[in-house]
C-alpha cells in the first residue's frame, strides 16, 4: 500500500467534526505520539523485551501515522511531498552542518 492509498482508506474510519477537525487531529497525534513514548519507557524500565515493544510499537505508531495521514488529507496536502519537503530539510541541514541543535530555522 502507498501512502496516497492509505491516506485515502483513512477517510472511512475518521468520525470527527469538520468543525474542529484540525484540533482534533492535532491532539489525536500527540496523544499517540505519548504513547509510542509511553512502550519505550516501559522498555527501558524492562517491563517488555524488544520483541514485544515493537509488537505494542507497531500498534501506536499506526495510530500515529492515522492522524498524521488525517491531517494532510484535511488540509489538502500530499503525503509523499510533505516526506520529500522534510528529507530535503533535513539534507539541507546535514551539508550546512546544522543537522543539531535548536529550532526551525537552522
Known amino acids: ?3 496516497q492509498e492509505y491516506q485515502l482508506l483513512t477517510r472511512k474510519t475518521a468520525i470527527y467534526s469538520q468543525d474542529t477537525f484540525l484540533e482534533y487531529l492535532t ?3 500527540a496523544s499517540e505520539a505519548g504513547e509510542v513514548s509511553g512502550v519505550v519507557k516501559k522498555y527501558i524500565r524492562k ?3 524488544l520483541d514485544i515493544a515493537k509488537d505494542k510499537l507497531i500498534k501506536e505508531l499506526g ?3 492515522w492522524y498524521w495521514a488525517r491531517l494532510c488529507d ?3 496536502l500530499n503525503p509523499e511531498e510533505v516526506m520529500e519537503i522534510n528529507i530535503d530539510k533535513l539534507l539541507n ?3 550546512k552542518n546544522t ?3 535548536d529550532g526551525d530555522d537552522r
Open 1 to 3: 500500500m502507498d501512502l
Open 27 to 29: 491532539l489525536g497525534l
Open 47 to 49: 517491563d517488555y523485551d
Open 63 to 65: 495510530d500515529v501515522m
Open 74 to 76: 484535511e488540509l489538502g
Open 93 to 95: 541541514r546535514q551539508v
Open 99 to 101: 543537522l543539531q541543535g
